[in-house]
């Protein structure tokens, strides 16, 4: 099983990712636990170019292709092999997340983002999206009471940005519905927990 988390800044992704791969582990399944951009040597380092600096280093179009080369190579090293040798695998933002990004909010051409997802993603789509959903004025409060380091770059693009990212992954959710599940992240940790483990048992 391929399931992804995808959602803005300060939803509380990580920690529900972590929640989730737990409970499966106790249920025996083998779980790989990864994250965009990152999970490869190269990936990582290619984040740290994404997720830092000034929020105008990088036009939109730039930042889809690098998602894209660091997705590539996660594909080959992670991905692929584990969803072939049967293990569950947990990603922490996949495609869902420049076209949200880069395209619905950044205006990267969706056409240069259907071509790079239909090259390097191709059949290897997810059993389920979960999408968290959360006003972004509360996220990004909550983004920039956490320590993320130098990891700020996307939350410094400002309100109007993130509102636009908003709309753009509510636009996928309601674009494929068998796979995108909403997730009410205003909720507590808990209750968002026990959200997630329902839509995955259906």
């Given at each position: 099983?391929?399931i992804?988390f995808?959602?803005?800044e300060?939803?509380?992704?990580?920690?529900q990712?972590?929640?989730?791969?737990e409970?499966?582990?106790?249920?025996?399944?083998?779980?790989?636990?990864?994250?965009?951009?990152?999970?490869?040597?190269?990936?990582?380092?290619l984040r740290?170019i994404?997720?830092?600096g000034?929020?105008?280093s990088?036009?939109a179009?730039?930042?889809?292709?690098?998602?894209?080369?660091?997705?590539?190579?996660?594909?080959?090293?992670?991905?692929?092999?584990?969803?072939a040798?049967?293990k569950?695998?947990?990603?922490?933002?996949?495609?869902?997340s420049?076209?949200?990004?880069?395209?619905?909010?950044?205006d990267c051409?969706?056409?240069?983002?259907d071509?790079l997802?239909?090259?390097?993603?191709?059949?290897?789509?997810?059993?389920?999206?979960?999408?968290?959903d959360l006003?972004?004025?509360?996220?990004?409060?909550?983004?920039?009471?956490q320590?993320?380091?130098?990891?700020?770059r996307?939350e410094r693009?400002?309100?109007?940005?993130?509102q636009?990212?908003?709309?753009?992954?509510?636009?996928?959710?309601?674009?494929?519905p068998?796979r995108?599940?909403?997730i009410?992240?205003?909720?507590?940790?808990?209750?968002?927990?026990?959200?997630i483990?329902?839509q995955?048992?259906?």
């Open positions: 099983m391929f992804t995808e959602g803005g300060g939803t509380g992704k990580s920690t990712i972590k929640r989730l791969a409970r499966l582990n106790t249920l025996g399944q083998h779980v790989i636990l990864t994250r965009e951009p990152g999970g490869t040597f190269q990936g990582e380092a740290q994404l997720v830092t000034d929020t105008k990088w036009s179009e730039a930042e889809a292709l690098l998602n894209y080369a660091a997705r590539d190579q996660h594909l080959r090293q992670i991905i692929r092999p584990a969803l040798a049967g569950t695998v947990l990603c922490d933002r996949y495609m869902d420049t076209r949200a990004y880069q395209g619905f909010a950044g051409p969706l056409t240069l983002i071509a997802e239909n090259q390097i993603v191709a059949t290897t789509r997810p059993n389920f999206t979960l999408i968290f006003d972004p004025q509360i996220g990004l409060a909550r983004a920039k009471a320590d993320k380091g130098r990891e700020d996307f693009k400002g309100l109007t940005f993130h636009r990212l908003r709309q753009g992954f509510l636009t996928i959710a309601k674009a494929d068998a995108c599940k909403l009410d992240a205003s909720q507590s940790i808990d209750q968002v927990a026990e959200q483990w329902a995955i048992h259906v």
